[in-house]
């Protein structure tokens, strides 16, 4: 059973530049959260997916936007980048509506580099 | 809002030891799930233990442990006979138990080294 598989593993883009990073959810999993991990910080949620539709959305700009495709991947997309968009972007999935404790798996994430 | 602290950026334990990883947090919200992620260079989040808030005893699972204090809203982590492979960033997570789209809030993390 493939977990959270994410792509692509390492990119570097200039500033300016946009960017879409993807993220095929767990088996089973129907909801897809987008997190950004800037270094040495604690991962910060930017949305969420649902249904093909985004549910809930942190605090972020219009910059970063996202996509739910039919089959539940997810793609987040960034525009117009900037230095401090340099992190390690995390996707997570889980099933709604599991238990909300219920686990919420995270794949190894996308490093971006913004130069 | 809410908020996850994590005051120990690092931590240090000799193979074996016990170590205890701190965590405070902010709501006001009744019930919830918290939760310790390990994160090790591969830099996947893995689920180490998950509390809900509703329930008084202490989450185990094996070698880890958590200390839930709800009143002065502290979820600290025990890690007994620590092992070379315990050596990680741990993150504290909180989760709002009626946040449908189950965003999870972390803390700032602690990174643990284990010295043989």
């Known amino acids: 059973d493939a977990g959270v598989t994410q792509s692509p593993t390492h990119l570097i883009k200039t500033r300016g530049q946009q960017v879409t990073l993807r993220c095929s959810p767990k088996?089973?999993?129907?909801?897809v959260s987008w997190y950004q991990q800037a270094l040495g910080q604690g991962p910060q949620f930017i949305f969420q997916?649902?249904?093909?539709?985004?549910?809930q959305r942190g605090n972020f700009p219009d910059r970063f936007s996202g996509h739910q495709f039919p089959n539940y991947s997810s793609e987040l997309n960034v525009n117009a980048l900037l230095l401090g968009d340099s992190a390690l972007y995390l996707c997570?999935?889980?099933?709604?509506?599991?238990?909300?404790?219920?686990?919420?798996?995270f794949g190894e994430g996308s490093w971006l580099t913004v130069v | 809002a809410q908020t996850v602290t994590q005051s120990q950026p690092e931590m240090s334990v000799q193979e074996a030891e016990t170590v205890t990883l701190s965590c405070t947090y902010d709501?006001?919200?009744?019930?919830?799930?918290l939760f310790w992620y390990k994160q090790p260079p591969s830099r996947q989040m893995i689920l180490v233990i998950r509390?809900?808030?509703?329930?008084?005893q202490n989450a185990t699972e094996n070698r880890f442990s958590v200390n839930f204090q709800k009143a002065a809203k502290s979820f600290s982590l025990k890690i007994s006979d620590s092992q070379l492979g315990d050596a990680a960033m741990y993150f504290c997570?909180?989760?709002?138990?009626?946040?449908?789209?189950?965003?999870?809030?972390f803390g700032q993390g602690t990174e643990l080294s284990v010295k043989p």
């Open positions: 997570a999935s889980s099933f709604d509506p599991g238990p909300l404790g219920d686990t919420i798996y």
């Open positions: 088996s089973g999993h129907d909801t």
């Open positions: 997916y649902y249904e093909e539709e985004e549910r």
């Open positions: 709501t006001s919200e009744s019930d919830y799930y």
């Open positions: 509390q809900e808030a509703y329930k008084q």
């Open positions: 997570a909180y989760r709002g138990a009626y946040d449908q789209g189950g965003k999870l809030i």
